[in-house]
């Protein structure tokens, strides 16, 4: 194969590769909208059912425990699935760069895809071609770290409601309940981090 062929055979390679990765990405930002909104409309279906049962006290405690218990491993299951497609959208989102960075060089002096060669390598470059600033904090902005702050809510409650079980009052149960919820939110985060960092090695 002369240098021409080869030439051509590796931008159809490129532009196909380029298009199986677009195509990629939309699939995962289609999934986690997806089990986002089914998360939280069972959530609200669940508060609605909630209103419907409160004025009844006989029936609160069991719909509450049927329910509490089935949306925190419902919201878990959704949060570690929406890591991992943030994890796979940037790594696609990164291997894009360094097919439109190859097309930068290919033209030599001109701009066109000079955002792909951003200097500090490959995850800084993904971060300015979705117009976002590289940091941690971006992490809180996520569809994961919003379920993950759902998730915490729902398991403060639920040390909230055990504690008032065993026979404290609402002051004091409110008191167990919100450290739960913070260190739930917190060791999410932590997990959302610790992705994070994996997707520049």
């Keep these: 194969m002369d240098d021409d062929a080869r030439e051509q055979a590796l931008l159809t390679a490129l532009t196909t590769e380029h298009f199986v990765l677009q195509t990629g990405r939309s699939a995962t930002v289609a999934e986690s909208v997806g089990r986002t909104t089914v998360f939280l409309s069972l959530l609200s279906a669940a508060l609605i059912g909630l209103g419907f049962v409160s004025g009844n006290g006989s029936l609160l405690r069991p719909y509450l425990g049927a329910v509490l218990p089935t949306l925190v491993v419902t919201g878990l299951l959704t949060f570690g699935r929406l890591v991992q497609n943030m994890v796979e959208n940037s790594l696609d989102l990164q291997r894009m760069q360094r097919i439109r960075a190859w097309y930068h060089r290919r033209l030599g002096d001109q701009d066109f895809f000079a955002d792909a060669e951003t200097p500090g390598g490959a995850m800084r470059s993904a971060w300015t071609a979705v117009g976002a600033r590289p940091g941690r ?65």
Excluded: D, E
């Design 137 to 201: 904090w971006q992490l809180l902005l996520t569809a994961a770290a919003l379920v993950g702050a759902v998730n915490a809510l729902l398991l403060g409650l639920g040390a909230a409601l055990l504690a008032g079980l065993a026979g404290l009052s609402t002051g004091p149960a409110v008191l167990v309940g919100v450290p739960v919820a913070l260190v739930a939110f917190a060791a999410q985060l932590a997990y959302i981090n610790r992705a994070s960092i994996s997707m520049t090695h």
